[in-house]
T-cell receptor, first 114, second 113 residues
Framework: DSGVTQTPKHLITATGQRVTLRCSPR?????VYWYQQSLDQGLQFLIQ?????ERAKGNILERFSAQQFPDLHSELNLSSLELGDSALYFC???WGQGGDQPQHFGDGTRLSIL | QQQVKQSPQSLIVQKGGISIINCAYE??????FPWYQQFPGKGPALLIA?????SEKKEGRFTISFNKSAKQFSLHIMDSQPGDSATYFC????????????FGKGTKLTVNP
């Protein structure tokens, strides 16, 4: 058990809809990362937050947004969903920034767009 | 643009054999190279990691070999066991405050009993 909790585990919705994925980092971790895993693209970094502030952005679509709350949990919002958004979405956390601090991954949310 | 290239895509090894997975990168700004292990239905879990100033790091049956001049690194699993059957990802992290990980596409390892 990595200590990172993601909910829900599975999400099935339709095109055009909006969903929110939730992540609770390990106790004491200040950084939260979101990754998307698909068969063709593999694991792709989306966005990182550190102690409530956006830290780095990757290949995140404009239809997607995220935030980290004062209690350090994070939410990834996906809107105007398309079939191609079907993927596994992982959240990871680490204590701080830089150094050899490992990123600990949750078990992901599987998003299926019908 | 794939910044970390991983091979092979799949690997079948007999129990007790050595599993070798290779990765190559292009960006010399990468300063940290972790390997992750992922079982079906689970998230990636950190296995072992290395910095480019070290040529080899060993933890139990798992060894990373790093060749900075060739910009290549590899994972060796000695005495492979059926429980090692999983997908393995190499990754690289940029320096200068960028903590995002760039992953290889993964290698599905099957260890036959």
């Amino acid at each position: 058990d990595s200590g990172v909790t993601q909910t829900p585990k599975h999400l099935i919705t339709a095109t055009g809809q909006r969903v929110t994925l939730r992540c609770s980092p390990r106790s004491g971790d200040l950084s939260v990362y979101w990754y998307q895993q698909s068969l063709d693209q593999g694991l792709q970094f989306l966005i990182q937050y550190y102690n409530g502030e956006e830290r780095a952005k990757g290949n995140i679509l404009e239809r997607f947004s995220a935030q980290q709350f004062p209690d350090l949990h994070s939410e990834l919002n996906l809107s105007s969903l398309e079939l191609g958004d079907s993927a596994l979405y992982f959240c990871a956390s680490s204590w701080g920034q830089g150094g050899d601090q490992p990123q600990h991954f949750g078990d992901g949310t599987r998003l299926s767009i019908l | 643009q794939q910044q970390v290239k991983q091979s092979p895509q799949s690997l079948i090894v007999q129990k007790g054999g050595i599993s070798i997975i290779n990765c190559a990168y292009e960006n010399t700004a990468f300063d940290y190279f972790p390997w992750y292990q992922q079982f079906p239905g689970k998230g990636p879990a950190l296995l072992i990691a290395i910095r480019p100033d070290v040529s080899e790091k060993k933890e139990g049956r798992f060894t990373i070999s790093f060749n900075k001049s060739a910009k290549q690194f590899s994972l060796h699993i000695m005495d492979s066991q059926p429980g090692d059957s999983a997908t393995y990802f190499c990754a690289a992290r940029g320096q200068g405050g960028s903590e995002k990980l760039v992953f290889g596409k993964g290698t599905k390892l099957t260890v036959n009993p």
